[in-house]
């Protein structure tokens, strides 16, 4: 495993960070992340960051309880956590400066549109066709009137050349998506995942990116992204998910899925610990986990696995 904090160069000066949507309480999976995230950081000298990412799908409540979780869990942020609803100006200068190289148009297209235009040749599934990339002015007037009657507004799509791009991931290997005019602002006014996570990583310093692996798709844009803003590249370990026994993705409805329910139900702390250390095929380590600190120290971020784990909610009978 990676050992020490610190290098012969000295101590780290990047940073790692854990990034939930305050939608809600985080289920184990999610948790499953943001400890490996925090593993990571602790593993290899880095600050660990946590960022509220609070522009959509807000549950008010929510972003203090997933720190609160953490926090029972031993961890705490190394920093202040960053709010994204409080960097609005930041993230309008990076469009500005992506729009000042001619890079940003509008986009009057709506769900439907994109799914019944035609799609572009050699485009993957579900890319935006291009519809609005090179529309004329007048063509564009109309468009604008149209949608401000419907009292919506365009969205600014990013320009870009359609080409493929590969990142390097520490877990998956090389990772290879075609990069389509991906959404930098919605047509509602709200900033789009992927510009924002790009001007927030860089501006915390976060150079590496441990995160599910339902995200590994999104690197290669991001990192196009980070390139054309002239902002530092990141590395990335995107980790398995966990799912249902359906091999679905857990959501509540699976049953006892979040950090709450399962301590109604007498979970401690240890046993999400020794949950995690089972789950991620490390249970042949004579330690058992109980402390996030157990589980810095035995996580070798070379044997994770490669496969999705299947959480199998408790009932109260099995505890
Ligand atoms: N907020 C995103 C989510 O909860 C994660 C963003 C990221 O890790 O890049 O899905
Ligand atoms: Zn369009």
């Given amino acids: 495993m990676s050992a020490g904090t610190t290098s012969a160069s000295g101590p780290h000066t990047g940073a790692g960070r854990f990034a939930p949507s305050p939608s809600g309480d985080l289920h184990i999976g999610n948790i499953r992340s943001g400890l490996l995230a925090y593993v990571r950081a602790r593993q290899t000298g880095r600050r660990f960051l946590w960022r509220i990412e609070d522009l959509d799908r807000v549950r008010p409540g929510s972003a203090e309880s997933q720190l609160e979780v953490f926090s029972e869990l031993g961890i705490t942020p190394d920093e202040p956590p960053l709010v994204q609803s409080e960097r609005l100006d930041v993230y309008t200068q990076a469009l500005d400066r992506l729009q000042d190289r001619g890079l940003v148009y509008e986009c009057y297209c709506s769900r439907k549109d994109i799914r019944q235009a035609p799609s572009a040749p050699h485009s993957p599934p579900g890319a935006y066709p291009g519809t609005c990339r090179n529309l004329t002015e007048s063509h564009r007037e109309r468009q604008r009137r149209r949608l401000t009657e419907q009292g919506r507004g365009p969205a600014l799509r990013l320009r870009t050349d359609n080409t493929e791009i590969t990142v390097e991931d520490r877990a998956l290997g090389p990772i290879t998506a075609p990069i389509d005019d991906l959404v930098l602002k919605r047509g509602d006014g709200v900033f789009a995942y992927n510009l924002t996570v790009v001007v927030d990583d860089a501006a915390s310093g976060v150079d590496e990116v441990v995160r599910g692996d339902d995200l590994a798709t999104s690197a290669p844009r991001q990192a196009h992204l980070a ?38 139900l007498g979970w401690t702390r240890h046993d999400v610990y020794a949950w995690m250390q089972t789950s991620l095929g490390f249970a042949d380590d004579p330690t058992a986990w109980s402390t996030i600190d157990d589980m810095v120290v035995g996580v070798d971020p070379a044997r994770l696995p490669r496969q999705e784990t299947v959480f199998v909610p408790p009932t109260n009978a099995a505890v």
């Fill in 227 to 264: 390139n054309l803003l002239g902002l530092p590249p990141t590395t990335w370990m995107h980790v398995p998910l966990v799912v249902n026994t359906a091999g679905r993705r857990l959501a509540k409805r699976d049953g006892a899925v979040t950090y709450q329910q399962l301590r109604v």
